[in-house]
């Protein structure tokens, strides 16, 4: 990773029928949540719409008019488009809750926070739908471990081998497990051509979440 921080600029399309956003719009709030659960800290910097459709590369035409447009910190922005969108404002805090739990700094939670109530909502309202993201993130988490335990067994069962953490290993011995390798593989893609030479592509991740795409 080389930064901590992004900003987006939507195109300020015009949205389709039936739709609230354009397609830039759209876009950015897809690619903002996903930099979100990722840790980034995300902002958007938004055209006027005052302007009509705008791409980011024609809009900027200086550095003056760059800096002289607001920057926008996402969630509150994304609150805003939401109930642009026709949500009420309980359904609002519930979708930007959902965000939250993937914050691990209670001084970042309680930062989002005190931004959020200056929009919607309270702070003990918001405590409460955070509260809420973080009960159902819990039982999706559990639910998603039982699935790949499950997986697992399976594995075990039918090739006398199971993966995890990145890790694959070998039957039972006693009561342990024999690790085989620090890795796992997840195929891509098999191509082949006239020649009989197929050609099988890899993604292989190493014990420390390290991934670097391979070919057989």
Excluded: C
Aim: a neutral charge.
């Amino acid at each position: 990773r080389y930064t901590s921080s992004i900003t987006f600029i939507p195109d300020t399309d015009e949205p389709k029928f039936g739709e609230k956003l354009g397609i830039g719009f759209q876009k950015v709030i897809r690619a903002g949540l996903l930099a979100l659960k990722m840790g980034f800290s995300v902002s958007v910097k938004e055209i006027p719409s005052s302007d009509g459709k705008e791409d980011a590369d024609s809009y900027f035409v200086n550095k003056t008019k760059f800096s002289s447009t607001r920057v926008h910190d996402f969630l509150p922005w994304y609150a805003g488009k939401l109930l642009e969108e026709g949500k009420s404002e309980s359904q609002v805090m519930q979708e930007i809750a959902k965000v939250l739990v993937y914050r691990d700094s209670q001084l970042e939670l309680d930062t989002a926070i005190d931004q959020l109530k200056s929009a919607l909502g309270t702070k003990k309202l918001w405590n409460t739908a955070l509260q809420e993201a973080k009960t159902a993130k819990a039982q999706k988490d559990a639910d998603e471990k039982a699935s790949k335990e499950a997986v697992s067994l399976e594995l075990m069962k039918k090739y006398g081998f199971q993966q995890h953490r990145d890790n694959y290993y070998f039957e039972l011995v006693g009561d342990k497990m024999v690790q085989w390798s620090n890795f796992v593989m997840k195929p891509l893609f098999h191509v082949r051509d006239d020649n009989s030479q197929s050609l099988r592509i890899f993604e292989i991740t190493n014990e420390f979440g390290q991934s670097q795409i391979i070919e057989l």
